[in-house]
């Protein structure tokens, strides 16, 4: 069975500074890999996702993320963030060849100060 | 184009009534997934469909049923509901494949 796990709950940032949420996943098969953003009464927009080919995938909004098979990872980043990036972020799985659900970390709130 | 939409986007229910959620895919979209989200948790899978068959089970209780119509929009069907049903119900749609486009839920609130 998959397991996603975002390593920080919450993430304060001031504007314009870089930022970085972690994910880390465990599986016994070849997955996919998805970041979700969630704004507050809202449902959950994908930001960008790995399927094959290169490990670095870039996103909407300016966000990237680097699938790193060894150390089972795929942060997200993004080099300068703004007040509207204030949102909730889920790192997600599946398995390759499966039906497609999606197994969710527990999120990281991404608070951004002006 | 318009997106997955879901309804009724908020719902009050009493314990033990039931609740009929419904969602429409992205036109031509075959696959249609249902999750749940609690409060402050992760969404959590509870049922797809594919070309209106079952196509896989999560943690859905026996309580619900799910089904995918000839239209290919779904109802997720909620009986016997109980306190701890209370969450944000998302539905997601893709073209085979991974669920890559979710609705806005359906917040469900259970008295």
């Known amino acids: 069975a998959q397991s996603v796990t975002q390593l920080d709950s919450q993430v304060p940032v001031f504007e314009e500074a870089p930022v970085e949420l972690r994910c880390n996943y465990s599986s016994s098969v070849s997955v996919y890999l998805f970041w979700y953003v969630q704004y507050p009464n809202q449902g959950l927009q994908l930001l960008l996702k790995?399927?094959?080919?290169?490990?670095l995938v870039k996103g909407i909004n300016g966000f990237e993320a680097e699938f790193n098979k060894s150390q089972t990872s795929f942060h997200l980043r993004k080099p300068s963030v703004h007040i509207s990036d204030t949102a909730e972020y889920f790192c997600a799985v599946s398995e390759k060849g499966s039906q497609g659900n999606l197994i969710f970390g527990k999120g990281t709130k991404l608070s951004v100060k002006p | 184009a318009a997106g997955v939409i879901q309804s009724p986007r908020h719902l009050i229910k009493e314990k033990r009534e039931t609740a009929t959620l419904k969602c429409y895919p992205i036109s031509r979209h075959d696959t249609v997934y249902w999750y749940q989200q609690g409060p402050g948790q992760d969404p959590q899978f509870l049922i797809s469909?594919?070309?209106?068959?079952?196509?896989d089970k999560g943690s859905i209780p026996d309580r619900f049923s799910a089904q995918q119509f000839s239209d290919y929009h779904s109802e997720l069907n909620m009986s016997s509901l109980e306190l701890g049903d209370s969450a944000l119900y998302f539905c997601?749609?893709?073209?085979?494949?991974?669920?890559?486009?979710f609705g806005d839920g359906t917040r469900l609130s259970i008295l």
């Open positions: 790995y399927l094959s080919g290169s490990t």
């Open positions: 997601a749609s893709s073209l085979g494949g991974q669920p890559q486009h």
């Open positions: 469909f594919y070309e209106k068959m079952q196509s």
